[in-house]
């Protein structure tokens, strides 16, 4: 296995160009089982959980071919509409296959997502919009099998909010169900996150009726088909947000380029408070070198407030800020594994109850950490860059699940950080 070793200290420069959203080109790919015609989808990252979605998608009936950033599929069978259990467990975005399958094909099997290291995640709300639809709903031997009646679908207003709000696939999967429903669909409470408008806008080109997508009351009028698309996907705003963080947190003036600054409100605000001036120019946002930032407190919440994906990067930036920061995690409480690894780099972190409170540390100190699920693997890396000597951050496949060429990309901005083989580097101690 492989691990990063982060030399920290070095300023970074340069500009960095954004990739296409995980998030969004994860159901946005699963359009493909909704039209007999073939889809081109640009600016698609090369990683992990995107390959783990296509392989999803072929053993759905999918042919598909990869180029660059950019995938094409076509439905070439549809007898199999189970997604399965290897492919799902390792990646639960794999649930979005859901709403597609049912709308399309008027049945669905996928295996039912276990727990997860951010904390537990529930489908609850997917369930809850799909049976508003008319679908049956059972389960068996880990499987979620969700069943159209034999007239199809009928819409209705789904109330899709839960304990912690909104939700970002839900909203999606009973979206995607209603484009083929008989009638109209309201759903309340969706997730305005930009991902879902991403979503909406490619099914809209491809013949949907979807309005309101992006406010928490969306309308599917229902449609008999779809056509094929090309469709690019939006650039990622939790990439944006780490690469300006990683210019916050070693002062350095790097340029984020193709990113969306009006995505990013909600982080550039802490970041203000932070003391941290990022100057925008059109779709780039360079940071401007300050000195040590100062504090700040946030709450994570849904769109357009602060993201949860942002907030174990933020950890980072705060683990050295002037003063007492406060993070309070709304969306996954229990989602601050970063804190425990953070601390073994020095960082002053107490976390309870959902809340993290950081006194930072004027300096870290490299150490032997590791990666428990992808944004802490980000927050590490950033840890590192930033502090005195090296630190090595293993179980890396999290990181390269969501992060295309992550350390390579840093490196031309002038990280010291480098690949290399488990095995090749001494044991430290106590590690
Ligand atoms: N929730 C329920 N019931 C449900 C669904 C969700 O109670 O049926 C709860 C969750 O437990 C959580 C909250 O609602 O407390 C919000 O979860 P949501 O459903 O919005 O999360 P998701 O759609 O499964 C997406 C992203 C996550 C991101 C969350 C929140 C994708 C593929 N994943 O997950 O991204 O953290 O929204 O913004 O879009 C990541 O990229 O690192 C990542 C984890």
Same mark, same amino acid.
Request: proline letters at 5%; charged letters at 20%; one cysteine or more.
């Given at each position: 296995?492989? &691990?990063y ?9 340069g ?5 296409? =959203?995980?998030?969004a ?32 998608? $072929?053993?759905?009936?999918i ?16 007898? $199999? =509409? ?23 094909r ?5 295996s039912?997502?276990?727990? &997860? ?7 609850d ?5 799909? #049976?508003a639809?008319?679908?049956?709903? #059972?389960?068996?031997q880990g ?11 009928t819409g #209705?207003?789904?109330y ?9 696939l ?12 008989k ?6 409470c ?7 408008v991403?979503l ?18 969306? +309308? ?26 990683a210019?916050?947190?070693?002062? =350095?003036?790097? +340029?984020?380029?193709g ?11 802490v970041l ?20 040590r930032?100062k504090? #700040? ?78 944004? &802490? ?13 090296? +630190? ?6 999290h ?21 290399v =083989? ?10």
């Open positions: 296995m492989d &691990c070793l982060v030399d920290g200290g070095a300023k970074l420069s500009t960095v160009q954004i990739n296409g =959203s995980k998030n080109a994860l159901p946005i790919l699963a359009v493909s089982l909704m039209t007999a015609g073939r889809c081109t989808f640009r600016n698609v990252p090369v990683i992990r959980d995107l390959q783990t979605q296509v392989k999803i998608l $072929n053993t759905l009936g042919e598909s071919q990869w180029d660059g950033h950019t995938v094409t599929t076509k439905v070439v069978d549809t007898y $199999n =509409s189970v997604a399965p259990y290897e492919l799902v467990k390792t990646m639960r975005a794999g649930v979005c296959v859901l709403g597609p399958l049912l709308g399309m008027g049945q669905a099997t996928v039912l997502p276990g727990g &997860c290291v951010i904390g537990e995640r529930p489908i709300l997917h369930l809850k919009g799909l #049976a639809l008319g679908a049956e709903i #059972a389960f068996d499987n979620i099998h969700v069943t159209a009646p034999r007239g199809g679908l #209705a207003t789904v899709l909010g839960g304990k912690f709000g909104s939700s970002v839900a909203t999606d999967n009973v979206m995607c169900a209603a484009v083929f429903a009638g109209v669909t309201v759903i309340e969706a997730a305005c996150e930009p991902e879902v991403d909406a806008d490619c099914l809209n080109i491809m013949g949907a009726k979807i309005t309101g997508a992006g406010s928490p009351r969306i +309308t599917i009028h229902g449609v008999k088909r779809l056509r094929g698309v090309d469709w690019s996907v939006i650039p990622d705003r939790i990439e944006t947000a780490t690469f300006l963080i210019g916050a947190i070693t002062q =350095s003036p790097i +340029t984020v380029a990113g969306r600054p009006d995505h990013q409100l909600a982080v550039l605000d203000r408070q932070m003391g941290v001036e990022v100057k925008r120019h059109g779709n780039k946002m360079t940071v401007v070198p300050g000195g930032p504090s #700040a407190e946030l709450a994570t919440l849904p769109y357009p407030a602060f993201p949860t994906d942002v907030q174990s990067p933020m950890l980072a930036l705060m683990a050295i800020a002037n003063g007492t920061s406060i993070v309070t995690e709304r969306i996954y409480p229990d989602r601050f594994m970063a804190a425990a690894e953070m601390k073994r780099l020095g960082a002053n972190i107490a976390v309870s109850n959902g809340q993290a409170v950081i006194q930072g540390v004027e300096r870290l100190q490299g150490a032997p950490v590791m990666a428990s699920d992808l944004r &802490c693997g980000a927050a590490l890396v950033l840890a590192g860059l930033a502090a005195q000597g090296q +630190t090595r951050v293993s179980r890396i496949y990181v390269e699940r969501g992060y295309e060429r992550f350390e390579e990309r840093l490196r031309k901005l002038g990280a010291r950080i480098h690949r =083989s488990e095995e090749s580097v001494e044991p430290a101690a106590g590690a």
